[in-house]
């Protein structure tokens, strides 16, 4: 029971990082919820695939690519920022055109 | 096994989503976000599908893909940073 609900919650994660990718205004914003998508929806999801399944050698599989996404997600998001703000990409401001 | 069908139908639907801002991004880096998210999606939904089916060997292939897409996309950064090779 407690699996299906991390499962629900990574479910809702996805899907309204998915909405904020699409409605978004800017570089900067867009990549803040791709990010939250990426940590928190495929934490819960695969945790609670990890619970339903109980702990073998499949579980601890999805162990370790639980924990090589939790390591690389921050690493692209900062490498994506990083190029977009040496090249001159101005944040969005409340007002302004854009 | 009904709820593993759920699972993988919004993984799937939500990942068609996002090939919106892959196509339609104004900007190079809209579009490299996009397929960084849709590349996390198709892991999770290659994991979810191993369940589905209990084959192993599509968890190794989710780890392969995972390696190969953080790979790419900091190639990609790096490469649109300099801007080819007219850095100033």
């Given at each position: 029971m407690i699996a299906y609900l991390f499962i629900f919650?990574?479910?809702?994660?996805?899907?309204f990082g998915t909405i904020g990718i699409i409605r978004f205004p800017d570089i900067y914003t867009r990549l803040q919820t791709s990010s939250k998508c990426d940590a928190a929806g495929a934490?819960?999801?695969?945790?609670?695939?990890i619970l339903k399944e109980g702990l073998d050698s499949f579980s601890l599989r999805i162990l370790t690519i639980l924990?090589?996404?939790?390591?690389?997600?921050?690493?692209?998001?900062h490498a994506i920022a990083r190029s977009a703000a040496i090249r001159g990409i101005k944040p969005w401001r409340k007002g302004k055109r854009g | 096994m009904t709820a593993m069908i759920f699972i993988i139908t919004i993984l799937?639907?939500?990942?068609?989503?996002t090939l919106y801002r892959v196509i339609f991004g104004p900007?190079?880096?809209?579009?490299?976000?996009?397929?960084?998210?849709?590349s996390s999606k198709v892991v999770m939904l290659m994991v979810s599908t191993a369940i589905f089916f209990e084959r192993r060997i599509y968890l190794d292939v989710a780890l392969v893909y995972a390696i190969i897409g953080f790979v790419?996309?900091?190639?990609?950064?790096?490469?649109l940073e300099g801007e080819g090779t007219n850095r100033k």
């Amino acid at each position: 029971m407690i699996a299906y609900l991390f499962i629900f919650l990574g479910l809702v994660f996805i899907f309204f990082g998915t909405i904020g990718i699409i409605r978004f205004p800017d570089i900067y914003t867009r990549l803040q919820t791709s990010s939250k998508c990426d940590a928190a929806g495929a934490t819960a999801l695969l945790v609670g695939l990890i619970l339903k399944e109980g702990l073998d050698s499949f579980s601890l599989r999805i162990l370790t690519i639980l924990v090589f996404l939790l390591l690389t997600n921050p690493v692209s998001s900062h490498a994506i920022a990083r190029s977009a703000a040496i090249r001159g990409i101005k944040p969005w401001r409340k007002g302004k055109r854009g | 096994m009904t709820a593993m069908i759920f699972i993988i139908t919004i993984l799937g639907l939500t990942a068609s989503l996002t090939l919106y801002r892959v196509i339609f991004g104004p900007t190079p880096w809209d579009r490299l976000i996009a397929v960084n998210l849709i590349s996390s999606k198709v892991v999770m939904l290659m994991v979810s599908t191993a369940i589905f089916f209990e084959r192993r060997i599509y968890l190794d292939v989710a780890l392969v893909y995972a390696i190969i897409g953080f790979v790419s996309i900091i190639a990609i950064s790096k490469f649109l940073e300099g801007e080819g090779t007219n850095r100033k």
